[in-house]
């Protein structure tokens, strides 16, 4: 869509959301009218602030945010490394594949209990859980950009006389960032989900558990508050992943953004 | 003059089109074109990329408006799309959904012509353009070449009096392209309409046309007009031919 | 050099061999693992042995976990929650995505509101609907759809967006109307994508409602799945996600089939961006 159309229409995208906050405050204070039961959005900042101290919140959002980068890290390690050594030797590949394979189609929430069972209730069942989030999504990528390489650019790099090793530093997986760029898109997007999961079902601290724990005392308002903390938090950091980490990065190549 | 003469004639008065800077990147595309297609004359308009040719054609076939001017068609104003205009696009115009002899019909279907009938007109077609035996299959499973040759059935479909071809073996390879082109003469020869085409091979031109404008950019515009004076069909290697190319070659810069 | 081989390789397609080295490896995995087991390496509470989990795999269809409540009622727990959440949101989603989709100003409106609405975890809202309606049906239901609600709008909205216009000029040519081009051209073109979306949608639905069950529902694969844990029957667990493994994989393999069926012309449109 040409720039300048899109210029003139930038009051349009906050026409959604002041509708939707119009909306919302409306059938709170004339529709259903308990704040109890479904405060508006005045409620809800009022309630948040007064019941969630500061210092509280941001407890509660650093040990999510650690928890994700943790997992994410470790899953995006092993992701690359296996998915470029099951690229590079096909045979080794196969078998590295299989079992990968068959635990794939097993969601990773699904894995909880048996998280659970193995490391116990602490930080490491929930790490691991997002590790297996990121895991998947970018070790498939990985595989998928090594072995789709064009083999042109292997031939011209080998008349160009380079040797092995080199081959795979600086062309073979310099060929594939975008690849892994697509994986870690997912998976991060997979991995803000899974702490929150996670932290609902088993956990006594982080965002997830905040509203866990807001639902015992019923207090709606700050169920709300979190909910939408989550999707901004999540909208922030995708934002940030691409414009400042992807595009600056990969400047030489098109990537699909949600913006 | 009676209406038959007037039949399939196109007339295109001083028209000029400014594009809206907010829509797209053009400005002036083209400006006070002024030529007459003779009924049932193979014309081309050649000429290079973002010359305004395909402009020119969609305001023809009545996608565009112009700015200013008009065109006639046997004296009456263009100002949308009509039966009475058939269009070839270059690549991928083909409903991916539908069979290529479903693709055929799309036309008649949309005016209520009965399932018979219409199956009949487009098996009939499908022989026109040489491709008994793929009527049912999917535009996908078809090659470049046989997408357009459908296409080009398709356009025909309805029996329009002009015929709107927008560089159609545009993305076809050199083999094939070449192909379709004594293809295109040899249904031509068959069913006789007018035919504008675009193009901005200066061989394509010459090996198909009656007559060739040639237009040139900034603002687009006929530069100048050739007659083709030699019989058909035509070799691409003869002396002649090569004059037409040397000439128009040097007009189109 | 391994890379070239292997591309060439992968060109050629599946070969023989690589099924193979497929089976012998998770043979080999399979006695490791029950070697481990039998000599005590590994706590059963921890890791069952294969052969334990074959035969808890064939009791919980017989007799149930918890008692009386196979495998099969779990599944139907589970697959009706999804059947009434997913229809829910195609029923809603795709009329609306083909209407916002059509209308330019509609879109950049709804555009921001979507994209937050989608980033925000559906499994947040849990605590939210158990807090309205209680644990139960209509909680896991509704977070199934608002899940799949999203995915499919916003592929629909995509699908009606990236509409080529020559389809749309070549139904001009022939004198179209608008409700023509809409019904005859328009959306046979979006179909594709809407059913991308409809993929994607019923992938999220199914894990939405595993996540739900975990929380708090006494029959479904879910439940199955952290009943089981409480009471320490790993290998109950352990059967439990291979059924749930293999029901993922039963609706990605139907869903393609069905594509297939259903689509039979759109083979490769629909094709990743590089």
């Given at each position: ?26 059938v ?56 470029i ?77 380079i ?91 098109y ?5 | ?66 700015t ?39 036309g ?17 077609l ?5 491709l008994?035996g ?17 296409a ?39 069913r ?21 404008l ?40 | ?101 059509s ?15 989608r ?6 809202l ?9 644990i ?34 070549v ?10 081009i ?32 975990l ?60």
């Open positions: 869509m040409n720039h300048r159309k899109f210029q003139r229409t930038l009051w349009a995208s906050w026409l959604g959301f002041i509708i939707v906050l119009v909306i919302w405050q409306v709170a204070s004339v529709g259903i009218r308990d704040p109890l039961v479904f405060p508006g959005p005045a409620s809800v900042v009022e309630a948040a602030i007064k019941n969630v101290p500061l210092t509280r919140l941001l407890e509660h959002i650093g040990i999510s945010l650690l928890r994700v980068i943790m997992g994410f890290s470790l899953g995006a390690a092993v992701g690359i490394t296996v998915g050594v099951s690229g590079w030797y096909q045979k080794l590949g196969n078998v590295l594949r299989t079992p990968i394979e068959i635990l794939r189609p097993i969601p990773p929430l699904g894995w909880i209990p048996l998280a659970i069972i193995w490391l116990g209730l602490g930080e490491s069942s929930k790490v691991f859980i997002i590790f297996l989030g990121a895991f998947f999504p970018i070790f498939t990528n990985t595989f998928k950009g090594m072995v789709a390489i064009d083999p042109n650019i292997v031939r011209a790099a080998q008349t160009l006389g040797q092995k090793n080199r081959l795979l530093f600086k062309v073979i997986f310099p060929a594939t960032l975008p690849d892994i760029a697509t994986g870690f898109r997912v998976g991060w997007s997979y991995s803000f989900g899974l702490v929150v999961a996670a932290e609902l079902i088993a956990a006594s601290s982080g965002l997830g558990y905040m509203i866990m724990h807001a639902r015992e005392l019923s207090m709606i308002s700050v169920i709300m508050y979190g909910i939408i903390l989550i999707g901004a938090i999540n909208l922030i950091t995708d934002y940030l992943i691409q414009e400042v980490f992807l595009k600056r990065r990969l400047k030489w190549h990537i699909e953004t949600a913006f | 003059m009676t209406d038959d003469d007037a039949r399939g004639k196109v007339e295109v008065k001083n028209v000029s089109k400014q594009f809206d800077i907010e829509d797209s990147d053009q400005g002036l595309a083209i400006k006070d074109v002024n030529f007459t297609v003779q009924p049932n004359e193979f014309l081309t308009i050649v000429g290079r990329s973002g010359c305004g040719k395909s402009t020119m054609l969609n305001i023809i076939a009545g996608l565009l408006n112009p200013e001017g008009e065109v006639l068609i046997h004296g009456k104003p263009v100002t949308e799309p009509g039966l009475d205009r058939g269009m070839v696009f270059q690549s991928a115009s083909l409903f991916p959904w539908l069979r290529a002899i479903e693709n055929i019909e799309f008649p279907r949309n005016i209520g012509m009965p399932k018979d009938k219409r199956r009949e007109l487009a098996r009939d499908i022989k026109l353009v040489g008994e793929f009527e049912n299959k999917w535009p996908r499973e078809l090659s470049g070449g046989m997408q357009q040759r459908v080009i059935a398709r356009a025909m479909a309805m029996d329009p009096e002009i015929l709107l071809m927008d560089e159609p073996f545009g993305a076809l390879d050199q083999l094939t392209r070449e192909d379709m082109q004594r293809e295109l003469l040899r249904i031509w020869e068959n006789r309409k007018t035919v504008i085409f675009v193009t901005h091979s200066i061989l394509e031109a010459i090996y198909l046309s009656d007559r060739v040639v237009f040139c950019p900034h603002p687009g515009n006929v530069r100048k007009e050739f007659e083709i004076d030699l019989p058909r069909p035509r070799q691409k290697s003869s002396t002649e031919y090569m004059a037409y190319y040397e000439e128009i070659y040097e007009n189109i810069s | 050099m391994d890379t070239i081989a292997a591309i060439e390789e992968e060109k050629k397609g599946f070969q023989l061999s690589d099924r193979w080295i497929q089976i012998i490896t998770t043979v080999a995995i399979i006695g490791i693992w029950e070697l481990l087991s039998r000599s005590g390496l590994i706590k059963p509470v921890h890791l069952p042995s294969p052969t334990r989990v074959a035969s808890t795999f064939f009791y919980i269809m017989r007799e149930g976990y918890p008692q009386d409540i196979t495998i099969f009622i779990h599944i139907k727990a589970t697959v009706w929650r999804i059947i009434q959440g997913y229809l829910l949101a195609v029923v809603t989603a795709i009329p609306i995505g083909l209407v916002v989709g209308h330019f100003m509609l879109e950049r409106v709804a555009n921001p509101v979507v994209t937050f609405a980033s925000i975890a559906t499994i947040s849990l605590p939210l609907a158990i807090a309205w309606f209680g139960g049906e209509l909680s896991s239901i509704l977070l199934i759809t608002y899940g799949a609600f999203w995915a499919i709008l916003t592929n629909t909205i995509q699908g009606v967006k990236q509409v080529d216009v020559t389809y749309i000029n139904a001009h040519m022939f004198g179209a109307n608008q409700r023509h809409f019904f005859r051209v328009v959306l046979p073109a979006t179909l594709p994508r809407v059913f991308a979306g409809m993929k994607i949608g019923l992938g999220v639905s199914f894990m939405v409602i595993i996540a739900a069950e929380v708090g529902t006494v029959e479904g694969l879910g439940a199955l799945i952290q009943q089981s844990r409480l009471y320490y029957r790993t290998d109950i667990t352990i059967v439990g996600m291979i059924f749930i493994g293999l029901f993922g994989l039963i609706i990605s393999f139907g869903l393609d089939r069905l594509e297939r069926v259903m689509l039979p012309w759109a083979v490769g449109l629909e094709e990743v961006k590089r």
